[in-house]
């Protein structure tokens, strides 16, 4: 598509149609620029970018979709990416297809490992709770009781500290009278 089909696509794009008036008077200079546009839109129809209604060109949804490019080269780069992904989309189906099919049992398998483990654990809680919960509780009660002794050892400090005060204060009444 050459840039100025491109440019008058764009253009009815943004008025949403264009409307082609023949002159009232027979002017050769205006009547080869009506025929030049009236070929541009024929060739627009005819790809499918616009849609004639008794000489009202009206866009079409491709022919917008197109007109939101810059260019006609940057909209065939882009059709390009689209059709590179899809085939590449549908390579992925069909290697996921194949694995299905080869692998048709695995999912009954997981599911029925999958029931035995939770009957396990529904019957026989035991076997899975006692271990991992009396480790950690063993370290928590050893962390609890570090705690504790430095809050008493703390405790301890500041009531001889208070003690201690008290004392001066004491020896200074006294010396005081």
């Known amino acids: 598509m050459t840039e100025d089909i491109f440019n008058l696509l764009k253009k009815i794009a943004s008025k949403g149609h264009i409307t ?8 050769r200079n205006i009547s080869i620029k009506q025929d030049e546009l009236y ?13 004639n209604i008794s000489n009202k060109y009206i866009i079409t949804e491709y022919g917008y979709s197109v007109a939101q490019f810059d260019n006609w080269n940057e909209y065939l780069v882009f059709q390009k990416e689209v059709i590179d992904k899809k085939i590449k989309k549908e390579r992925l189906d069909f290697k996921i297809s194949e ?29 899975i709770r006692k271990e991992k919960i009396e480790k950690p509780s063993t370290e928590l009660n050893m962390q ?10 703390a405790i301890d400090t ?3 500290n208070m003690a201690s005060q008290k004392n001066q204060e004491y020896v200074l009444k006294d010396s005081l009278n």
């Open 144 to 153: 609890l009781e570090s705690k504790q002794q430095d809050k008493s050892l």
């Open 158 to 160: 500041i009531q001889t």
């Open 39 to 51: 070929s541009k839109l024929k060739y627009l129809c005819s790809h499918g970018f616009t849609n």
């Open 20 to 27: 082609l008036v023949r002159p009232k008077y027979n002017n």
């Open 99 to 127: 694995f299905q099919i080869r692998t048709k049992l695995l999912p009954y398998f997981i599911s029925g490992l999958s029931i035995i483990l939770s009957a396990i654990a529904l019957f026989f809680p035991d076997l």
